[in-house]
């Protein structure tokens, strides 16, 4: 525990702690997005990981992090999308308990895939502020293990793992595209191609509807998301000043994409790679797009965060499958 | 060309033949589809086959058969769907040219796709009748190869490679599941299985909007559809002769489904494996969950045979992803 668990062996220990307990997630190639890019690109595909999305990654090596008097309290968090159901796999592998604050708007599909891992689910108002008073009252009752989903080291270090295997494959990688929400994956992106090779630029897609990260890193200071409007549900989070010093540290860029350009990729995403993914994980999909003519000869990892979404809230009528007409 | 191409060596030389140029799709695994069955399914991903689905098999394998001097006039074939677009790819990769009828009311996402590879498309009237019309007069006219969809042994053997995969993976397989349209896929499937043990069940799935197998193997006398309800559009076509003789011969049973049997499987499929399939794909998914207490216990293959899917016409919100409620 004494370990940085954000310097390169640090990672590398993650890796190994989590290895067992998570897949080795696939890499997808499409001939068709090579030629329209005019690149190599290398698809992740953390929506084919355990809870389908890359959170898992994280939660995990917080775990396995705890003490062993600490574990047995249990885990709690509170969120409403991937990382209740990643605390949730964590906590029921562990035989412990888990407490998960949700908001009262969360889908109820959403709240299912939670109570199906024996979670304890306790419903909070809807705003950010709601859940962390909520999250509280709960701790000062169970004194279980707070897990927060991005603003901690622990599941950074578990998040860098991604990029990890991404470098791992043959060959140079030029650069890697992911999205950012609260900051954890792409911290950990960052940190871990900081620590393979100085050459390979990290780049941060964001929506234009929540853009926080992008207005942070264009001034320097940590800014907040007033409003949110996007599709892409996983990414309406703030940075923390956690995240945001490792991103200005180490980030090349951010590029946002609108909510018209995230449909467009993630139904070209369907219909070419034949795979499910969320809106979040369209969106470095749809800033490669964007900007394709500089991306021209490079080799490129795009990170899939993950596939947990409401098909039956998608239009797809809306959005265009193809780019070359 | 004297070789039995249906006999398993047939099988084996014409797996060697097209190797080259379709992939070894995964298989991949559900713990949450398995735990629903009770049962270890395999899921054979032809979604991720070139053209999104199995036909390039056989279209590549009756190319490769021609002789230099034949394949130099090159292919010819009538499809709304797959097929076509297998013999333009087939076509194009040898660099032969490709007539391809297709009738007026076939989607433009798919003309466009079988135009992308560089074939010639010619229009024809909707039926059945219109498009064997244009295609005798289209052959009258270019004197080049017809490539039937599945009334064909060159086609057959090709398409027999798909289970054959399935049955090279470790463990023995008690039962595969796949969809009947013509049958040339589960004719194919019945002669691997066959070659390879006689263990195994055979089982096609069909739409009971398009019921002729069903009503064929019940009587022991070829039926037709005289009129087709079903969105497994891939489903639509009536067995041969050929096809029928072979899987009176060897096809355990027909197991068929309702379109809403088939929607409540696709979006399952979509939320569970995270991949995406076309609506003829999740009929023996669908088969599998109405029959689940049979399959208790068994090594269950399910042959999912393409991807291509016009998602806008789909409406996820009509159908249950789920089956534990």
Known sequence: MALDLLSPSGIAESHERIAPHVHKTPILHSRTIDALVGATVLFKCENFQRIGAFKIRGATNATAL???SARAKGLATHS????AQAVALAAQRTGIP???VMPSTSPAVKRAAVAGYGAHIIESGPTIDD???TMERVLAEVDANFIHPYDDERVISGQATVA???LREDGAIDTVMGPVGGGGLMSGTCL???AASSKTDVIGCEPSGADDAA???ATGILQRNESVDTIADGLRTNLSERTFSILKEHLSEIITVTDEEIGNALRFIYERLKIVIEPSSA???AALIQQRERFAGRRIGIIVSGGNVDLSALDFGRWRGAFTD
């Open 98 to 100: 888990a407490h998960i």
């Open 66 to 68: 705890l003490s062993d």
């Open 215 to 217: 207005r942070s890193f």
């Open 192 to 194: 871990s191609c900081h």
């Open 283 to 285: 969106v470095p999909v």
């Open 164 to 166: 990890r295997e991404i």
């Open 131 to 133: 859940r962390e008073s």
């Open 80 to 83: 409403s999308g991937n990382h």
